[in-house]
């Protein structure tokens, strides 16, 4: 497989707490991503990361923050999770003019 | 504004019909067009990268094609286990490497 997991692959949290979910990466790929997949809206960009402590806010970032303190390790947190935030979120990686390759997911489900 | 649309949302074939997938885009500046299948539950698994009108790319009973404006998703003789759903991605220009998704088709492929 590509060297990408997540962690965890599902969640059930309650409103009005902290999440953070783990995407980590042995490919040592420069670029780093989050997403968030609904139904109707496919896949839409949350943040970026292209280098250690280098991050930058994607489409739908509100509420959303991110951290990449070593280049295998990329992590999103929200910050108050909403029921909003419910979603299926995906990690991808990428080496420059490369496609993604995108880990397994993470369920979130806030109550 | 940089747009990815896909047609039909969902296609339901019997096993052996033919059909395309259609993926138009509008963007500034198109580094590459990709396609991806994803399965439920999973995150999207690379396919193909197209970087130029006219270029094509096969890989079993998928072809797929590019032109200026839109992309084809071509599956000749289709099997149940070619069902899925595809995704469509333009990369824009620019250092950052980012993808913006089209919303999928779900192709069903009945024996």
């Known amino acids: 497989d590509a060297g990408i997991t997540q962690s965890p692959r599902h969640k059930v949290t309650e409103t009005g707490t902290p999440v953070t979910l783990r995407c980590h990466q042995t490919?040592?790929?420069?670029?780093m991503y989050w997403y968030r997949q609904d139904p109707g809206h496919g896949l839409r960009l949350i943040h970026y990361?292209?280098?250690?402590?280098?991050?930058d806010k994607g489409e739908v970032s509100d509420g959303y923050s991110v951290s990449r303190s070593k280049t295998e390790d990329f992590l999103l947190t929200l910050e108050s999770a909403t029921s909003s935030q419910t979603s299926v979120y995906f990690c991808?990686?990428?080496?420059?003019?490369?496609?993604?390759?995108f880990g397994s997911g993470t369920r979130l489900t806030v109550v | 504004e940089d747009q990815v649309t896909q047609s039909p949302e969902a296609l339901r074939l019997q096993e052996g019909e033919s059909s395309s997938l259609n993926c138009s885009y509008t963007v500034s500046g198109l580094r590459g067009l990709f396609w991806y299948r994803q399965d439920p539950g999973k995150g999207p698994e690379f396919l193909f990268t197209l970087y130029s009108a006219g270029e094509e790319k096969e890989k079993e009973r998928l072809k797929a094609t590019l032109t200026k404006k839109e992309s084809f998703l071509h599956i000749t003789a289709p099997k149940p286990e070619d069902s899925a759903t595809y995704l469509c991605?333009?990369?824009?220009?620019?250092?950052?490497?980012?993808?913006?998704f089209g919303t999928g088709t779900l192709l069903a492929v009945q024996p």
């Open positions: 990361s292209y280098g250690v402590k280098d991050t």
């Open positions: 991808a990686i990428s080496a420059q003019d490369y496609g993604y390759t």
């Open positions: 490919e040592n790929h420069r670029y």
């Open positions: 991605a333009v990369a824009l220009g620019g250092a950052t490497n980012k993808l913006i």
